[in-house]
C-alpha cells in the first residue's frame, strides 16, 4: 500500500475521496458572482506596492457548517461556534495591514459589530417624528465605530466577505478562494478558525422530502468528510501560511491532538482551544514550540485575538523571509 500524505489512507483513496465529494455536492447558486469578486479582491491586493510585494491577504474562515440531512432540508447537524473568533480576529488582521476574506457563516458575529445588541436595528434606532430615525445615544459610540470601520475596510478593498451555511457550500468556497489565492505565494495566509463538520450526508444518499417520524427511529449513514487541509496545503495553495484550529473539551488530550492535526495535516501552526476558556487562552503549537497566548484581564476589552494574531503575524513575515525555516 503507498502512503505518501502521513493521512494513513493512500493518496489515490483521499484523491477519489475529494473528487467524489464536489462531484456529488450540489453546485453553488451564485459562483460566478463568488467568483467574480474573488478575483477582483485578489487582483487588486496582488498589486506589487512600495514594498516591492503586494499587501499580504488572509483567509479567516468562522461559523460552523451544516451538514443537511434531507434535500430539501428541514433538518441538520450543526457545528457549534459563534464567529466570535473569527470575526475579532479579522478586526486584527485589517489593523496590522492584511487584507481579508472573511468565510463566515451566515447568523454568526460579523467584523465591527460584535459589540452591537443582538437585534441592533430596533434597539440601536428611535423614530423622533414621522420622517425622522436616529441612534439612541446608549449606542451612538457602537454604531459610528462599527459603520465607520467596516465601511472604511470595504472601501478600501481591504474586506471581502462571503457567507455559507452547509458543509458543502463552505468547502466549495474554499477550494475556490485556495485557487484564487495560489496566485499570492507565501503572501497569503489561512486562518482556519470556522467549526468544520467530520461527517456529512453524501447528496445522492440523502432523502429529497422531509423525513417521516411516521417510519419509526431514524437510522442514517454519515460518511468521514475527506481531510481537505492537506488538499489545501498540497494542491490549492502550496505556499500559502496556513494555520488551523483544534477545539476539544477534555483539556488532556487537547495538545496531543494539536500536535497529530499539526504533522498529518502540514500545517504551519496549529491553535490549540478548549471550549469552556477559549476567549481566555489558547495554545499556539508549531513543529517545536507550545506557545501560551492569554487574554490581559487587566486590561478592559481586551481580547486573546489582539495577542494571538500579532504572534501570527510576527510568524508570518519570518516565513516570508525564510520560507523553509518553519
Ligand atoms: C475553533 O477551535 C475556534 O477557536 C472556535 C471559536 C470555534 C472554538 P467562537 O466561534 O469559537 O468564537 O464561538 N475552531 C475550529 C474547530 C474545529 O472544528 N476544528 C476541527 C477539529 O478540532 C479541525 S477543522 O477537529
Redesign the pocket.
Known sequence: MDVKNGLGVPQETLDAEVKSFFESAPPLQNRDDISGKLEEFVERNSAVSGNGRGRRVVCVT???TTVPLEQRCVRYID????????A?STENFIKAGYAVIFLYRRG??QPYCRSLPEDPLVECFEITDESNIQVRQSHAEAVKKAITEHHAAVAEGHLLKLPFTTIFEYLQMLQMIGVSMSRLGANAMFY?????S?FYVPWKNMAEHKIQSASGPLDMRLVQVPKM?SVLRKDWAPLAFCI?????TDAKILLE?ADV?LKKNKMHMV?A?E?SN??EE?VVVTANEKISVRRDKTQVGDDVENHLIRLLVERHSAYLENPDDL
Open positions: 468562522s461559523g460552523g457545528n457549534f461556534s459563534s464567529g466570535h473568533r473569527g475579532a454568526t458575529y482556519l478558525a470556522a467549526a468544520v467530520d487541509l488551523s484550529f483544534k477545539l476539544e491532538k492535526a491553535v482551544n471550549l477559549r476567549n489558547v
